[in-house]
């Protein structure tokens, strides 16, 4: 069974989705990232979903199931780079992905991730000021 | 007339890997068959509904995939068959939001919103096949 790379970004976690996910490698994934959180005490998880040809009932499940394990957790999850059909497919299906923040690509995805963040926001005002000066 | 071969194609579902080669299979078949990049999304997560269905509710069962034709174009079409316990109340199992309690509810209400045409055939004891079939436009 293929497993989910997670990668890790300063205090987030960045999950890149290449695979046609099985459905034990959804569960794996699911199982992998709770850990990663409370082991590096991540604040955020970014699944790009821009490699994904399809998202079925099962997968939709295990992004909003991810998603509120990591705010059980205290992490975000935002979801980002579904494809158009895939979003067309998921809402004609009856999913609506809820409790599931999303952006369109991986850029956005982070400053969503970073607004949320108090220190984030301290550490570029002080550099905005720094420049400023 | 003479028409080129139609591609058919038989995939025994026994275990969890099959239904990626469930989804893989048909997405091939339904760029064989010219559908729109939506339309092919549509219809192999259709079949990947139906296959985690025959695997997880049927006990297991095959797939049986095909390019149809008709005037005007063409499609795919799968049937899944299983032997099965079946559905005692269809009308029931195709209420959106219907389960039976291990949380696959949308499988097949939302999955008949993808597809032309579906036709479910079951019985208890009898096992269930469903048919679905996605036209080119």
Redesign the interface.
Known sequence: MDRVPILRLGRILLVSIQVDLQDQTALALQEDLSERIVDTGAVGVLIDISGVEIVDSFIGRMLSTIASISRVLDAETVVVGMRPAVAITLVELGLSLGGVRTALDVEKGMRLLSADEPDEVEVSRSAATVVSE | MSTGPISTETIAIAV??D??RV??AM?KLAVEAELS??D???V??AA??LA?NTLIYGGGGRALLEVVTRRGGRGVRVTFSDEGPGIADIDLALT?GFTTGN??G??L???R??VDEFDLDSAPGKGTSVTITKWGR
Do not use: A, M, N, Y
Request: charged share 30%.
């Open positions: 969890d890997q239904v990626v989804r893989q997405r990049l939506v092919q999304t549509k192999v997560t990947s509904e985690r959106d949380g696959f949308l499988g209400s939302g999955t919103r993808l």
